[in-house]
């Protein structure tokens, strides 16, 4: 394994693996995970956002249109879970890649307002076509059977596939395709004159992205069974924004860890204080001026300043003390 | 919020209930409630927790002879938190019943889970037909109404003895405002009315002023708001000088009570159709208006009144089973039997698909005492949910939507 953010991530999903067993109750372990869905969701606006530089609000479309689809699916139509969730995801690549031929016509600013419009047509069609989606009152999915119908059983599906997708973009951040990717997002122009197609390797990343979304969409139905137009509001694609903001923009668990900071602020600031969303906003504020960079480049900059700075403080000492940990038997 | 220590000495005497009975009756009753704090819809979770908090405080926090622990937790509005909200109070807190929540949309969120987690529903405000009609769950009462109930017999009433013919109707764009029309327009039309448009306005919609313009020269126009919304739409109803020309009739939350103190002249003379009025006469309205007003200033309405009929229902069932509330089987068939005589809004009763079987008041709007009152000028006494259909025919049907009964 070259990849040094694999072996990371193996060490993390093993530690992730154990929370089952040290969380007091079945609350917590909801809560846990519902950090993996949302923060699958938030790699797949970062696939877009960080590593493209091309920032979406719309993206609760895709997680929307999944979900809708398998809950459809599997409850008016009677499909089979296996059969649903291909059909769901597929449809949402579908989405991504119809939505793709429209968005990607622009950039930077107008590519954020066109992802807008585009996510509230969806809402609009979730919120009036009232006899396929039910309007406002949503649609319910009955009681799952076997592995998912447990709390523990869901938690280490939703730990296996978001840590799949994280290692799929992982790696495909590590690729040609991935650099060139990036290189889209720092130099356009140069990468048009070096014969890159711009707007080709722009449309993958969307549409891979619309597909992690729309899996996503599955899980998150999985976990709450009920799905309304809430689901696909514009709160939603911008919560998704913020999270991976705040966790750090192209970094690969930047977008889990902003994910787990506005999950656990919606859900336990607010057993404790009726001011949560305040308290929400003053914390990004914080992030905004201390680490500008995510949470996570941030917290890397300043322990690596700290080092620095103790290092230069402790002076000459600090250098002997290593041959002698290096003592052999 | 209780203490874990608090915590962990109620498991401990749940688990020792059975060999301790006595001291089992000593542990609080543990009450939650899903409310809205922040966000468009907080003025009617406020009124909401308002007039539950009111109820206990005339208990002294004490039911059937047990201490009540109330636990509140802020829904945002949003179904998903309203869901995690919900598993919170049961797994976390422990809580026994769970009264609220504001929205439709959330109940039907949270109804999935709490019938699984086997946890009583007493719904106090989401009036969403299909909670006691297609959607039964057992562990659901509902202490409001559906959202039709008091629509049924306000079409009749305005067709037949207002003799208004033709009528638009205008209503909130979401499922709330859609039931109440359609409910509006099945009994108005069956009386020999004529529905002749629906306009739609979006819940969040700045300007009224392109759907009055809209409206016509109809006989009446029938208003479905919720919130703050009836205030705006009727503000502007009457800058566009429709007021006095075209009367209004409207649904019980369009003039509720917890806005009406914020309205002006336009409110006047409308006519409306609830289950509740501040100016029901009676010494127990009289007390609980009193009491409501000088704790908040604002009279009781849809929401308030609700919530504190919640709490007479939970008292009621508590007594039946000397308030052992653990046996949750016996305590849910006691809610489900409740029939109250002394409630604020008048008696009523649960029907078998645990929805109240009440008064409903036709109202009009006036102005007494320096203040705005729904004054009650007729009554229909003991209606259901479904007016006066079959319940088997009644359901049969689809629900209540934008497009049913008839397109327009």
């Not at chain 1, 923060?39 to 091309?54: E, H, K, P, Q, R």
């Not at chain 2, 308002?50 to 201490?67: H, K, T, V």
């Amino acid at each position: 394994m070259k990849n040094p953010g694999l072996k990371t991530l193996g060490i993390l999903l093993i530690c992730a693996a154990a929370v089952p067993l040290v969380l007091p109750g079945p609350f917590y372990l909801s809560i846990a995970t519902q950090v993996l869905v949302y923060g699958l969701f938030a790699v797949s606006v970062n696939l877009i956002a960080g590593y493209c530089g091309m920032v979406s609000l719309g993206h609760a479309a895709f997680l929307g249109i999944a979900g809708y689809a398998f809950a459809l699916l599997t409850t008016s139509t009677g499909w089979p879970l296996w059969a649903a969730i291909p059909a769901a995801v597929g449809l949402s690549v579908a989405a991504g890649a119809l939505f793709g031929l429209v968005a990607l016509r622009t950039s930077g600013l107008s590519f954020l307002m066109i992802t807008l419009a585009l996510g509230q047509i969806v809402w609009g069609v979730a919120f009036r076509y009232v006899d396929l989606t039910n309007g406002e009152n949503g649609i319910s999915m009955p009681r799952f059977q076997g592995l998912l119908a447990n709390g523990t059983g869901l938690f280490y599906l939703c730990l296996v596939v978001t840590g799949g997708c994280l290692a799929l973009v992982t790696i495909l951040a590590g690729s040609p395709l991935g650099a060139s990717m990036q290189g889209v997002r720092d130099q356009p122009r140069r990468m048009s004159t070096l014969g890159y197609d711009v707007w080709r390797i722009r449309y993958a990343a969307y549409v891979l992205s619309a597909g992690i979304a729309g899996i996503a969409g599955v899980l998150y139905m999985l976990l709450f069974r009920f799905i309304s137009p809430h689901t696909l509001s514009l709160t939603v694609s911008s919560e998704a924004v913020l999270m991976v903001i705040a966790g750090g923009l192209g970094t690969t668990f930047g977008p889990i860890v902003g994910a787990a900071l506005v999950v656990l602020l919606k859900n336990v600031a607010s057993a404790y204080t009726d001011r949560w969303p305040t308290l929400l906003g003053l914390i990004f504020l914080f992030i905004i001026v201390v680490v500008p960079e995510g949470l996570l480049p941030g917290a890397r900059r300043l322990m690596r300043t700290l080092g620095a700075h103790l290092a230069t403080r402790r002076g000459p000492t600090a250098i002997p003390a290593t041959p002698v940990k290096e003592a052999r038997p | 919020m209780i203490s874990r220590r608090g915590f962990l000495g109620a498991t401990a005497a749940a688990v020792s209930y059975g060999a301790l009975p006595a001291m089992a009756q000593q542990q609080p009753i543990r009450i939650g409630m899903l409310t809205i704090k922040s966000g468009a819809l907080s003025a009617g979770g406020r009124q909401m927790e308002d007039g539950f908090r009111l109820f206990l405080r005339e208990r002294a926090e004490r039911i059937a002879g047990r201490p009540v622990e109330f636990i509140v937790a802020d829904t945002g509005g949003q179904p998903a938190l309203a869901k995690t909200r919900a598993q919170e109070l049961v797994q976390r807190s422990g809580v026994q019943v769970v009264v609220g929540p504001v929205a439709a949309f959330e109940a039907l969120a949270i109804n999935d889970y709490l019938q699984e987690a086997e946890v009583p529903f007493l719904c106090c405000s989401a009036a969403a037909e299909d909670l006691t009609q297609r959607r039964q769950n057992p562990w659901f009462v509902r202490t409001s109404s559906t959202s039709a109930q008091p629509c049924h017999p306000l079409g009749d009433y305005v067709a037949r003895e207002l003799k208004y013919k033709k009528i638009v109707a205008i209503a909130d764009d979401f499922a709330f405002g859609q039931e109440q029309t359609s409910g509006f327009q099945r009994t108005f039309e069956a009386a020999g009315g004529t529905l002749v448009k629906k306009l739609w306005a979006p819940l969040n919609v700045a300007d009224y002023g392109s759907y009055i313009s809209q409206i016509g020269e109809p006989d009446a126009v029938f208003a479905a708001f919720a919130g703050a919304n009836g205030l705006r739409f009727l503000r502007q109803y009457s800058e566009y000088g429709l007021k006095g020309k075209i009367p209004l009739v409207g649904s019980m939350t369009t003039v509720d009570e917890g806005v009406l103190h914020s309205m002006g002249d336009e409110a006047i003379g409308i006519i409306s159709a609830g289950w509740y009025s501040a100016a029901l006469p009676g010494e127990a309205n009289e007390r609980f208006v009193a009491a409501l007003r000088k704790q908040t200033g604002v009279d009781p309405g849809f929401y308030s009144e609700g919530a504190y009929s919640a709490g007479l229902a939970l008292e009621h069932a508590l007594k039946a089973v000397d308030g052992k509330i653990e046996d949750k089987q016996a305590f849910m068939n006691a809610l489900r039997k409740v029939d109250i005589k002394d409630d604020p809004r008048g008696p009523w009763r649960l029907d078998s698909y645990g929805n109240p079987i009440e008064n409903i008041y036709i109202r009009k709007t006036e102005r007494r005492d320096g203040r705005l009152m729904n004054t009650v000028i007729k009554t229909y006494e003991n209606v259901s949910q479904f007016w006066t259909y079959k319940p088997e025919s009644f359901l049969a049907a689809p629900v209540y939507s934008r497009n049913e009964p008839t397109k327009l």
